[in-house]
């Protein structure tokens, strides 16, 4: 077990010092969870692979997995990636810092380890102040996916990641709650029609807006995962908690009537049962409820923490409702279909 340096760092007062101690860290080629405005990230030194090799062994990742490389200025995607088109340029000139991913032409500098054998590399440049700090003091561009075990649902809180990944990391810097609470949207930027691989906070519409037409993966849709995964979370189960999880989709009403019906038949068998749904719906279920949201924007904000929190009350089955598919809508449910192992009730 590793001996984990943790510190407390307020967003609007940072603590220059502490940074700089966890900076250093990183700089040796150690490893380091601190927050961005999606999730916690774990991060090592992108161009180091003895550095990168740390994370997947701290999350227990497949090592075909890529990683994000998260830098804290523009111009620093000049240093990793090659064919930088204008389209990605208005997107960055619009969206960074902030929750978009893109993926370009790697240079040699990248290590493969760190681009999951691919000769590709995703870059994003977070808006969190603490995020970008840290880069900035270590000197390096920073590789980090969602600070949790592989497989389990992404942390949004502090506490969370403290939780899991104390004793498997060599550093963590606990702060606020993340903003968005989805991890960021990744787009495919090395073809004429830019393609997103991974749905988040910054939509297709808004991306439309000002480049054209933007695809979207056929696997986001579908069941089944890609043979050679461009971005992290097209792969492999993710977002799952130790119980079972069902999407129930249809009418309100018969959403309602038919989740609570399931759970009166579970718990007849002594499973505990725990629904997610709107706030405005709250009231009207059996077992253990969480409200996630007024709106998708808040849904999208609680969606990791609230399978956390079942996890910690011991549900055996989840049920949650559907949401729109557009959107935000859409990250939300991309999520929540890899979290249920694609298990979905049609009404």
């Not at 290590?111 to 808006?127: E, H, K, N």
């Not at 497989?151 to 903003?179: F, L, Q, Y």
């Not at 859409?330 to 298990?343: P, Q």
Request: aromatic share 4%; hydrophobic share 35%.
């Amino acid at each position: 077990m590793i001996n984990t340096k943790i510190s407390k760092i307020d967003e609007s007062n940072i603590d220059i010092e502490e940074i700089r101690k966890h900076a250093k860290l990183l700089s040796e080629g150690d490893t380091v969870i601190f927050p961005t405005e999606t999730v916690y990230g774990l991060g090592a030194n992108a161009l180091d692979e003895d550095a990168v090799k740390k994370i997947y062994e701290a999350k227990g990742r497949p090592s075909d997995n890529p990683l994000i490389v998260h830098i804290c200025e523009q111009d620093e995607v000049n240093k990793l990636a090659t064919d930088i088109n204008e389209k990605a340029k208005v997107l960055m000139d619009e969206f960074w810092p902030g929750p978009l991913t893109m993926i370009f032409k790697k240079k040699e500098i990248v290590p493969q380890r760190t681009s999951g054998g691919l000769d590709t590399v995703a870059i994003r440049m977070p808006s969190n102040p603490i995020a970008r700090e840290i880069i900035r003091q270590s000197g390096v561009p920073i590789a980090a996916p969602s600070a949790n075990i592989s497989g389990r649902p992404s942390p949004t809180k502090g506490k969370h990641v403290c939780d899991e990944m104390n004793g498997r990391v060599n550093g963590i810097i606990v702060a606020g709650d993340c903003d968005f609470g989805l991890e960021s949207t990744v787009v495919d930027m090395t073809s004429e029609k830019p393609m997103i691989l991974r749905p988040g906070s910054v939509t297709k519409e808004q991306m439309e807006l000002l480049i054209g037409e933007v695809l979207i993966d056929p696997s986001i849709e579908g069941k089944a995962d890609v043979k050679k995964a461009k971005a992290p979370g097209m792969k492999y189960t993710h977002y799952s908690p130790n119980g079972d999880v069902f999407i129930v989709r249809g009418e309100d009403s018969k959403v309602i009537n038919k989740i609570n019906s399931l759970i009166v038949e579970n718990e007849k068998k002594g499973l505990r049962c725990g629904v997610m749904c709107l706030n405005k719906n709250k009231e009207n279920y059996k077992g253990e409820v969480i409200g996630l949201g007024d709106n998708l924007e808040e849904v999208g904000s609680n969606l990791f923490n609230a399978l956390i929190e079942m996890d910690k009350k011991e549900m055996d089955i989840i049920y949650s409702e559907a949401f729109s598919n557009h959107g935000v809508g859409r990250a939300i449910m991309n999520r929540l279909m890899k979290s249920a192992g694609y298990k979905i009730i049609e009404l």
